[in-house]
């Protein structure tokens, strides 16, 4: 059986990162990540919208880590449960990239297509729109510029923010604050069951999917090993 102190030589970034994240999570530091998280939930309720044959009519989001997508049509059911299992998702997948694969410039590039996609065609306010580009700009010109190590912290850093942020935001939304009007109530007005239900199995799959990412991604050894920018 491996040790503690061994396993944790070989995975020492990944937790200095997610100690990093910890300390600084309800400081300004975290914000701009924690808006992009919220930005990953609406594009997933819209993502949801639009593959499901509806219309996205507007999406924005706030400073205030506030965030909408109104629609037409679509799968209902489909698009109110997409909003954090998708965003997670998201991450997860970031995530996994990063540890297991070297394609974390075209990742990053991709990611920023994408954003800067929906600035442009789905966004609609001026706070929205600029950092929805602003990112995905400062994604492509990382991927362009910078080193592939640099985009993989990137990636980890995203993911794991994620990996935080989204069960966090379902037991804060759903259980502890189960009035407000979210997607789990909005669920349970619209198909029945109640907030609490929907947020719980929203909770409980979020844990299940990140201990699956970890076993998963984590392999023998995390750690980068930095090398030089001209590595590909």
């Known amino acids: 059986m491996t040790s503690l102190p061994a396993a944790f030589g070989r995975h020492w ?38 593959l499901t044959g509806g219309e996205v009519v507007d999406m924005h989001i706030t400073l205030s880590q506030g965030g909408q997508v109104i629609s037409r049509g679509g799968n209902r059911f489909v698009i109110l449960c997409a909003g954090y ?12 990239a990063a540890l297991r694969t070297h394609a974390d ?16 065609l789905y966004m609609q306010g001026i706070f929205a729109i600029g950092f929805a580009a602003g990112t995905g700009a400062a994604l492509i010109a990382a991927a362009a510029y910078l080193s592939r190590d640099v985009n993989d912290l990137i990636l980890r850093l995203i993911g794991m923010a994620s990996m935080i942020y989204v ?27 109640t907030t609490m239900l929907w947020g719980a199995a929203w909770f409980a799959l979020a844990l299940l999917t990140i201990a699956a990412c970890l076993r998963y991604g984590l392999g023998a050894s995390s750690n980068i090993a930095w090398r030089p920018k001209t590595t590909a």
């Not at 299992?85 to 996994?96: C, D, H, N, R, T």
């Not at 069960?167 to 007005?189: G, V």
């Open 13 to 50: 970034q990944l937790a200095a990162l997610c100690l990093a994240l910890c300390l600084l999570w309800s400081t300004p530091v975290v914000m701009p990540l924690k808006l992009l998280l919220v930005l990953f939930h609406e594009l997933s309720h819209a993502a949801a919208t639009l």
């Open 85 to 96: 299992i998708g965003s997670l998702a998201i991450g997860v997948v970031l995530f996994i």
């Open 105 to 120: 410039r075209a990742i990053a590039a991709t990611l920023g297509a994408v954003l800067v996609a929906s600035a442009a």
């Open 167 to 193: 069960p966090l935001d379902i037991f804060d939304d759903t259980l502890r604050r189960a009035h407000l009007d979210s997607d789990a109530r909005m669920l349970a007005t619209e198909f029945g069951g």
